[in-house]
Antibody
Framework: QVQLQESGPGLVKPSETLSLTCNVSGDNINKYGRHWGWIRQPPGKGLEWIGTIYHTGKTYYNPTLKSRVSMSVDTSKNQFSLRLNSVTAADTAVYYC????????????????WGKGTTVTVSS | EVVLTQSPDTLSLSPGDRATLSCRASQSIDNFLVWYRQKPGQAPRLLIYDASKRATGIPARFSGSGSGTDFTLTISSLESEDFAVYYCQQRSSRPLFTFGGGTKVEIK
């Protein structure tokens, strides 16, 4: 059974960097075609895709966040990470990590397995 | 950017009723349309991909249809766990994929 678990600080100060990690169990982050992504959901609002990464390090980012986002993968730990810098209150949200099943070596751009999510609040 | 508009915002139905949810795209997305269900306090769950293909483990009461700009998710007979929010998502305009605003299915 594939499980994803987000971890990281629940409170980040404005202008600082939000850092989250997603630990993957029950699947191999190196598996051909598998991609891994982050989606967020502000309180009471809809879903926003942040970005997707392949085990090679190839990344795909939401253009509206691209200047502030970076993602990385640690294959030895079977986990991947998100960094979002210069955060403001508008970045307060539940952050989900998820699996993209992939299409050959490209992302499929939908998510078939999700973590439970972690709440991040941006406040001083 | 492809904009997805879901309707209605809220659907009030009873268990056993048939639910019909709509998702309209601002331009053609072929069949690159995905549906998720999100129960309160939980992560979304994949229901349908490529407009009509049921994801692994999704019961047959869920069906999707449509192509181009107009799509429908039908739940043939609502069960208690189906009272939730449903989101559509397009994967046509890569790398940016976008979600609709959601339809809430509530108990009447």
């Amino acid at each position: 059974q594939v499980q994803l678990q987000e971890s990281g600080p629940g409170l980040v100060k404005p202008s600082e960097t939000l850092s989250l990690t997603c630990n993957v169990s029950g699947d191999n982050i190196n598996k051909y075609g598998r991609h891994w992504g982050w989606i967020r959901q502000p309180p009471g609002k809809g879903l926003e895709w942040i970005g997707t990464i392949y085990h090679t390090g190839k990344t795909y980012y939401n253009p509206t966040l691209k200047s502030r986002v970076s993602m990385s993968v640690d294959t030895s730990k079977n986990q991947f990470s998100l960094r979002l810098n210069s955060v403001t209150a508008a970045d307060t949200a539940v952050y989900y990590c998820a699996r993209d099943p992939g299409e050959l070596s490209l992302p499929a751009h939908y998510m078939d397995v999700w973590g439970k999510g972690t709440t991040v609040t941006v406040s001083s | 950017e492809v904009v997805l508009t879901q309707s209605p915002d809220t659907l009030s139905l009873s268990p056993g009723d048939r639910a019909t949810l709509s998702c309209r795209a601002s331009q053609s997305i072929d069949n690159f349309l995905v549906w998720y269900r999100q129960k309160p306090g939980q992560a979304p769950r994949l229901l349908i991909y490529d407009a009509s293909k049921r994801a692994t483990g999704i019961p047959a009461r869920f069906s999707g249809s449509g192509s181009g700009t107009d799509f429908t998710l039908t739940i043939s007979s609502l069960e208690s766990e189906d009272f939730a929010v449903y989101y559509c998502q397009q994967r046509s305009s890569r790398p940016l994929f976008t979600f609709g605003g959601g339809t809430k299915v509530e108990i009447k």
